[in-house]
């Protein structure tokens, strides 16, 4: 540096200067603006298969369903029963009335069965959102071409119906329901384990522990497991706990194994691993959270005679549970995104009934997903694309509440 | 009189403290512990990768068809004709990996730039929210967009009996992307360290916004960019659902970025899909693979710890 300045080196070319100047800026304005474009092009890519038209083809063609020149759209009840008990096999229609008497049924119900056990819908071939808004006459023509018998219409992978509805290997009545079942129960075994401990491991790291080796290394583990890939994480499940604690996991221990497992890959196994792999996120933001809280208050609480204990329970957890409650939140996020280990613990490929104990098989919503797109079938992809929607929804409204709770609960000393 | 009232109520209270200081709190010492062992199980957790992945790894190589020699010479990675050259798998990591790297770093460092040096107040408002969105998208995401997208753009660039289906190329490409956010954040947080009187000094001496960012600021921040690089180098090997679902299924030992191949992590998310049998040889393998991946990013992890406590530049 000294000799720098002893023989300085001006460079006067103000002008020149100037304008590489504006020229390194512009470059970094366009690597921003690249960063953004990919991001649009990411959500434009999902909206794009999440929409648009398909060709249907019927099994039955619905006019042939006309009943007196009605068309099924408009038929009652009991024409619709009617219609149902001519194409399907009396052993069939009995076994729908011993599942709910059609007599309960609403009509609408009904409409559902008659679309999935008598027309059958196939899809032929399916169009992106793109196709559909700028060649819509084009494709109608293709159909028509293509698919004498096919009906074309255009259909939104994500609805309504696509979240309540169980999963099925058939894509037209396929949904997520089970999928969002099970990455709920995953999280709430994931929460039951990172939270205590993850809270306890900063309030420790925080309060208690005085400055020596262990605690360091304790530290310095924490920081280094944060960065490890999330896969290790499900290879260490894998072995602890689907193989190592099949009994607990599986819940032979209690007696009430799920008949549907035979071993320990179940919703219990997936939460405890995300459990491990959110742990040190959630101890890092607790961490800071609880430094946060001024020592004044400490003092203070410990200036009235109050225990440490008391001072960590009255004093510093309350003013740090929204900074807790955020990093949380975020990663829950987190988990909630993860598929990697999920796969290797082992994640069911087609269970249509929902999970409803802590030993049920399981399948969650990236899992679905991961599924999906890995089948070559066009319309399989379109579910994917709906699937992430429903994901990147649920996200981003964990996120925001994290935004808010930070923004509402935030004090400055 | 007088002094024996004073004695008596001076004597009751050094008394009660005495006790209060004396007696055991088993609550509190419980607590304590308590504590204590939710901060262990971290330890636990790493003992647990260490010991259960490296159990495995050894019945592994002790399998008579395995030899470690064989493993680091041969070039064909295919567990049920007794070949096990971890090369395949090494090389298309490397792939994706770098290729990812050479579409991080340089955008990362510009947008970091451009946030810290130039972006005014209401930009940087707006932008820094979106990087967080961008950050916070799932990788399975990421993996639709490489084979939805990047995939078919690349074919259509370069033809497509060049670019196969399944190639490193895109999900290099888009790992890039998923990158990208967390090399920013972490390098704008290193670029905003740096304290204004040095910038102030630099335009003082009639330097450009530029030159100042790139001679003062971005030496002065160094450190922080290299752990940014070496964490962004960490979580590129170890990213698993994008070359899971665009870079390929099978091990191929090739170079050419826009043929399929099989990374470390993609192999093992591919050989646990099934129902995996325990103590075959592919239950096995998949414990050496974890364990490679936990040592070569533990590794990176450390070193960029290194280096920020090192050369950290500390001012006033």
Redo the contacts between chains.
Sequence with gaps: MKEKLATPNYNVNIRG??R??SI??L???A??I???I??A??LL??MN?AFGYVALEARVHPDTLAVDGIALEDQNKEQLITVLQAKISSGAYNKLEKDQPFAKRSTANIRQVILERVLKYDVKQSWSLWESITRAAEIKREAAEKYPGAILKFNSWLSSDFVARPQSSVALSTGVRTAILGSLWTILFTLLLAF??????A???EE??ADNRL?R??Q??????A??????Y???G???FV?ALEPLTSGSVFGVVDPTTANGRTVLAAGLTLG?LV??II?INAQEAIRAVPQSLRQASYGIGA???QTVWSHVLPNALPGILTGTILAI?RA?????PL??V?AS?AISFDPSSPFSKFTTL?IQ??QW??RPQDEF?SL??AA?LV??II?LSL?ASAVLLRNRFSRRY | MEDQKKMSLVSSFPKRTSRLRGRR?V??TI??G??????????F??L??VY??GK?ALLFFRMPEVSILESLTNTVWQPHTGNFGIWPLVTATLMTTVIAMLIAI??GL??A???SE??TLKARSI?KP?????A??????????A???MTPLLRSIFGRDVVEIYNTASAGLVMG?LI??LI?SMTEDALSAVPRSLREAAYGMGG????VA?QIVLPAALSGIAAAII?GL??A?????IV??AAGAGPNFTLNPFRGAETI?GH??RI??G??S?DSIDYNS??VL?LL??FI??T???IS?RIVRRFREVYE
């Excluded at chain 1, 909630?336 to 990697?340: L, S, V």
């Excluded at chain 2, 979106?130 to 961008?134: A, H, I, R, S």
């Design positions: 200067r100037n590489s100047g390194w800026r470059v970094f304005q690597s921003t690249l960063g953004i990919a991001l092009a990411l890519n999902v298969s205590p401990l993850g809270v306890g491991a309030i420790y790291l208690y522990a605690n290394m304790i310095t583990n924490i920081n280094n497991l960065g490890v890939p999330s896969i290790v499900g290879i260490l894998l072995a602890i193989r491990l742990l040190p101890i225990t440490k204990w996020s909630i995104g993860e598929t990697a796969v290797v082992g490929t990236p997903i991961y797109t890995s992809r994917a694309a992430i994901l990147l996200l996120n | 709190r609550g509190e607590i304590q308590l504590l204590f062992f939710s901060g262990f199980v971290s330890i957790t790493t647990g990768i259960e992945l495995e340089p955008l510009a947008v730039i451009y946030l130039y972006a932008l979106v990087l967080e969105v961008l916070g998208v799932p990788t399975i995401v990421y993996g639709y967009f084979l939805m997208f992307i990208l956010p920013t450009t916004r530029f030159e790139l964490i960490s979580r090997i170890g990213e698993t659902m899971a679902v992590t093992i998310v646990s899909g129902d995996l325990y998949i414990f974890g991946l936990f990013t533990l990176l992890n450390v710890q």
